[in-house]
């Protein structure tokens, strides 16, 4: 069993609530990035708080520990419950990143992989590894491995034991929901719900990985 989380990449405030709202009974969390947020601002995650699911702040937030401190407590202070970060900054950005999220009872999750073909290009020759290794070390809460290459789900799984592993790079992507739902704890999916012509229905077809 698997959570399915709604990449929510969508740039109008009303369609996101909408989506949101006709979602919700098919969706564990809404993930919620930059385009959302530059759109509407911070204020997006209480409104969406009507939904009462987990809100994950996808800024892959990437600077020195005391900036990383600044955004996450910012993210937590609007009302988001976990945060995504980049593990390439080194052990002590995402200490930060980790320490604001558990001193607002939230959670922290870090990129060890992307799931677009780029991510090939830079977190390889052991990188992910070494990153996924290091997110433990930390103290997070699990990381970020790619749907798109189930492969490298299976060897990252092996650096973060029962940590929680969520993947992106379902459906629109080329990811398989099938193929990586008993590899992870949650998938993300984005474009193939929002954009479908009932978004309900879209998410809804997700359950049979839910509920497996």
Known sequence: MAELILALDVLDRQRALEIARECAPY????????????????SIAR???????????????????????????????????????????????VKACVTSAHAHNGE????AEMSHPGGNEFFSGGVAEQIAG???????????APA????????LRGFVGEKKILSPGIGTQGGDAD??????????????IYD?????????????????
Request: some cysteine.
């Open 47 to 93: 409104e969406l708080s009507v939904t009462r699911l987990p809100l994950i702040a996808d800024f892959k937030v990437a600077d020195i520990p005391n900036t990383n401190t600044l955004i996450c407590n910012q993210i937590f202070g609007a009302g988001f419950s976990a945060v995504i970060c980049q593990g390439f900054t080194g052990m002590d950005s």
């Open 134 to 144: 290091n997110a433990m070390i930390a103290g997070a809460d699990g990381i970020i």
């Open 108 to 111: 922290c999750y870090v990129v």
């Open 179 to 192: 193929a990586v739902a008993a590899l992870v704890d949650g998938i993300i999916v984005g474009r193939s």
């Open 196 to 212: 479908a012509p009932d978004p309900a229905v879209a998410a809804k077809g997700y359950s049979h990985v839910r509920h497996r």
């Open 27 to 42: 969706i564990d969390a809404i993930k919620v990035g930059y385009p959302l947020v530059l759109s509407c601002g911070l």
């Open 148 to 155: 798109t290459r189930p492969d490298r789900v299976k060897i």
